[in-house]
């Protein structure tokens, strides 16, 4: 039986395995054990039950045997499949394929031997005699790619020679390998790396024996580090990789440096907590000899489809020299940054933000851990917390709670609103129809309701968010009801009239009086709620004018076009002088009126004269229409001359002297492919001033001057260019510069953060670009640059001086492929010195990276050398080397 039993199986494999060909194919399983050939010839036999017995005659049969294969196989080969049924071999040859469960191979040669449930692959030579189409080898996620493979896919067991695999940033080539399972590989002779090319790295660790989970961890033996295949002297006895997708837990290593006021230090040491998938915390601190000291603690979060932001805590204390020593000075200082965004498909009627940037005015300038360029030159500190939501009724209404902080870093002084509450309804059209056009006066009339509540501080650095701080806060309601409505006026003009309604709400009052003891008057704070109300009217007409000058359609510039829009408004508003009080100036009995009891409140006093104002402005748009170089296109290109030119003045009709207001010139327009942004702006006051600098009722052309006196002016230039190769698009994003407060681009140089040294001071990752040259010889040399012109003009008082005069320029290139350089300097006119300036290189070592910054001159020199590694996971293996100027704590 057993005899006729292997003959069947034998047969069954030859007839599936003699249909093979180079497509892919699929090895059956074994359905069923089949029975003797005696068996099939004698009947069935009934089985006996004795109702009184459980007993039972059952037929005999033959126990399943399990099939040879536990799952499909496929495989293909470009050339020959050749069956070999004595050996039981399949020998698949040239490009050759073999899928079976969660196992891929792919090699120059297989041989499938599915008698010992093996798996050979390797390595064929091509037409020269050299070695091609090493295997790759795949089981799950992981990937081998040696020169030849064993493999038993009944034991899953397997010998590798020259073994290359990938685990997390790591490159590692051995010997010889050893799969014992699924999940533990046994190496011999082993290299690992973070280069890409792990046959010719440029560094590497050489190791004995390695023991490899993947996915989880790396334990190697007697270690020692090889650069450009020489051997160095910095070893281990043994060392552990974790090796994770998930984030781990762990120490961060400082960096030594020195300073000839602060002694010995290590820096940017600490640990870093792997909380858990949405956020994480990092704790850092510096340390030195003299006992100063800085902690750092930073945290990121995150919610997919709900929010993300980041959370630095900064506070340093700074000793500079020796106790006992006269420049000895001890100061701490700190800085808070937090962003935060909320995903607006979690709550499109709710919507919660956070930009702050507050601390010590003289943090980016006395902290000596980061290179804070940007901050440092920056004059404010700003931060905004806000949160809206949106109340879907009928009329909709908007509420929104905001704090703000404005901070300017050089008076020290600090503004604040904690909170400003704004609450809007809708508009609503009284008159109009619910459904069609609302046309004319009546159907226009709209009205509104505006809340908006603010509590104001203005403190200093010194005492901020101490008690006098909060006892010194002014706080105040505006409610504001606009009613309006607009309609045309013979076709060709929008007309527009309001009136607005406004009530003010405040808690703190003051009240003049004389005080004989100091001899002037003195304010007295009046605790208690008061209000006052006003009314204003106002009107204005407009319209919009075309106006084309055509030149021909065979003319370079075809045409001219100028589109101008006129504006004349009118603003009515009382006399509320009856919110005016008295007080006796001088202790004498005299009695004078001229102070409201609401002065120095946040949304102003009510006022006690008149105003009748006609306001005249005009806007201004100049656009051409070029023929286009490009002779392949019909149309012609259209060109913004000017983006605006406006004027605009005001006439008050109540006044008795200087009814006309200085006329205010702006413009603004888009060069050179739109590169080049140009801004301007200028006053000009139609009267005369007098000797002491004071305008008085006389027309400045009877004075003997022009018609108009230029008090003040300014341009700004803007000018961005690069070559083809650089796109003029790109952006530093969230650069550290920007997140100090600085700015965007590096025309004031560019900051590092010490603590973290994987990414380039370009802004951009070092990414290995191979370029097959096209031609028999190009010389490719990216390049950006930067300007910026600013130049400011007074003449308030016949002084005729200019004020400001600078220009700033950054530029960066490649010199090769492999080196970049940059510079931000500047000059200013006026001072007659040079700014701000920066020097930039870096070398892109491949897996390493090294770079060079030097501030030459200046308040703070400064340089600082670095090379290390890119990859994280061996970001510590660097060297960093710093060299600060003696700072003096301000």
Avoid: C
């Avoid at 030579?125 to 064993?150: C, H, M, W, Y």
């Avoid at 020692?224 to 781990?248: C, G, N, Q, W, Y």
């Avoid at 602060?262 to 850092?284: E, H, P």
């Amino acid at each position: 039986m057993q005899r006729n039993l292997f003959y069947i199986v034998f047969l069954t494999i030859f007839l599936t395995l003699g249909n093979l060909k180079t497509y892919p194919q699929e090895l059956p399983k074994k359905k069923k054990s089949f029975a003797s050939k005696n068996q099939k010839d004698t009947p069935k036999k009934e089985v006996v039950t004795n109702p009184k017995s459980t007993d039972t005659i059952k037929l005999d049969s033959i126990k399943k045997k399990k099939p040879i294969l536990e799952g499909k196989v496929k495989y293909k080969a470009l050339k020959s499949a050749k069956i070999d049924q004595k050996k039981k071999l399949v020998t698949l040859y040239d490009k050759a394929e073999l899928y079976y469960q969660d196992i891929e191979l792919k090699s120059g040669i297989i041989i499938f031997d599915y008698q010992k449930n093996e798996v050979y692959a390797g390595r064929i030579k091509d037409s020269t005699g050299a070695l091609t189409q090493r295997p790759v080898f795949k089981q799950g996620n992981n990937i081998v790619e040696p020169d030849s493979i064993r493999f038993n896919y009944k034991t899953k067991k397997a010998l590798v020679w020259n073994s290359r695999t990938n685990q997390g940033e790591f490159n590692v080539k051995a010997q010889v390998t050893k799969k014992e399972n699924d999940s533990v590989y046994f190496m011999k002779s082993a290299r690992f790396t973070t280069a890409k090319d792990i046959d010719n790295p440029e560094y590497y660790f050489q190791t004995s024996k390695v023991k490899m989970v993947p996915g989880k961890k790396v334990v190697v033996g007697l270690t020692h580090m090889v650069i450009a295949d020489v051997p160095t002297p910095l070893a281990l006895p043994f060392a552990f990789f974790p090796m994770t997708e998930k984030s781990r837990s762990g120490l961060i290593i400082p960096t030594y440096s020195d300073s000839n006021t602060r002694g010995f230090s290590l820096q940017n040491g600490g640990y870093y907590f792997a909380l858990s998938d949405n956020y994480d915390l990092a704790i850092l601190g510096d340390y030195y000899t003299n006992g100063s000291y800085a902690l750092r603690f930073q945290s990121s979060y995150a919610k997919k489809y709900r929010f993300l932001g980041n959370l630095n805590l900064r506070i340093e204390n700074l000793i500079n020299s020796e106790r006992g020593y006269p420049d000895y000075s001890r100061t701490n200082i700190y800085n808070i940054q937090w962003t935060h965004s909320k995903d607006s498909k979690s709550n499109p009627n709710s919507r919660f933000s956070a930009s702050v940037n507050l601390g010590s005015s003289k943090y980016f300038v006395n902290s000596i851990n980061q290179s804070n360029i940007g901050g440092r030159l920056n004059n404010t500190l700003s931060s905004s917390i806000s949160y809206s939501k949106t109340f879907n009724s009928i009329p909709q209404v908007n509420l929104s709670l905001t704090a703000t902080h404005s901070q300017n870093t050089n008076t020290e002084q600090i503004n604040m609103t904690l909170p400003t509450l704004q609450l809007s309804v809708d508009r609503m059209y009284p008159f109009a129809p619910k459904d069609g056009v609302k046309k004319g006066f009546f159907k226009n009339i709209n009205l509104q309701y505006n809340l908006r509540a603010e509590n104001q501080i203005t403190t200093t650095d010194s005492l901020f968010f101490k008690p006098k701080m909060f006892q010194d806060a002014k706080v105040g309601f505006q409610h504001s009801i606009p009613l309006s409505t607009n309609f045309k006026v013979f076709k060709h003009f929008s007309a527009t009239t309001a009136m607005n309604y406004n009530e003010v709400w405040y808690l703190k009052t003051i009240r003049k009086r004389y005080d004989p003891a100091q001899n002037k008057v003195v304010d007295d704070i009046v605790q208690g709620f008061d209000a006052f109300r006003t009314y204003s009217l106002s009107f204005g007409l407009g319209t919009t004018i075309y106006g084309t000058f055509n030149f021909g359609e065979n003319k370079r510039i075809q045409a001219i076009r100028h589109v101008m829009r006129p504006n004349v408004s009118y603003s009515y508003t009382p006399s509320f002088s009856k919110y005016y009080d008295t007080y006796d100036p001088d202790g004498t009995g005299t009695i004078r009126k001229d102070y409201t009891r609401f002065d120095g409140g946040i949304f102003g006093a009510p006022g006690r004269v008149m105003s009748n104002n006609v306001g005249f402005s005009l806007s201004n748009t100049f656009e051409a229409k070029v023929t286009d170089k490009d002779s392949t296109k019909t149309e012609p290109k259209k060109i913004m001359l000017l983006n605006n030119l406006n004027f605009s003045t005001n006439y008050d009709i109540s006044a008795d002297s200087l009814k006309w207001s200085p006329m205010r010139v702006s413009g603004g327009t888009q060069l050179l492919n739109k590169k080049m942004n140009v801004n301007f702006a200028a006053t000009l006051d139609p009267y005369a001033i007098n000797n002491t600098g004071k305008r008085i009722n006389t027309w400045n052309i009877d004075n003997g001057g022009s018609l108009f006196r230029m008090t003040s002016a300014n341009m700004t230039l803007n000018y961005a260019f690069s070559s083809s190769d650089v796109d003029d698009e790109k952006k530093k994003k969230d650069s550290q510069t920007e997140k100090n407060g600085g700015r965007k681009d590096d025309l004031f140089g560019s900051s590092v953060d010490l603590s973290d040294r994987r990414q380039s001071q370009f802004g951009e990752d070092n990414k290995n670009k191979e370029e097959t040259p096209s031609e028999f010889f190009k010389y490719k040399l990216p390049w950006d640059m930067n300007l910026a012109y600013s130049l400011t003009y007074s003449n308030s008082n016949r002084e005729k001086k200019i004020t400001g005069n600078s220009l700033m320029v950054s530029m960066n290139t490649d010199l090769t492929p492999k080196w970049k350089i940059g510079v931000s300097s500047g000059y200013d006119f006026v001072q007659k010195g040079v700014t701000f300036t920066q020097l930039r290189f870096e070398r892109d070592l491949l897996s390493w990276r090294m770079d060079f910054n030097w501030v030459p001159f200046g308040d703070n020199p400064y340089w600082g050398f670095f090379i290390g590694i890119k990859a994280g996971v061996l970001s510590d293996i660097k060297w960093d080397k710093r060299n600060q100027a003696d700072r003096v704590i301000r």
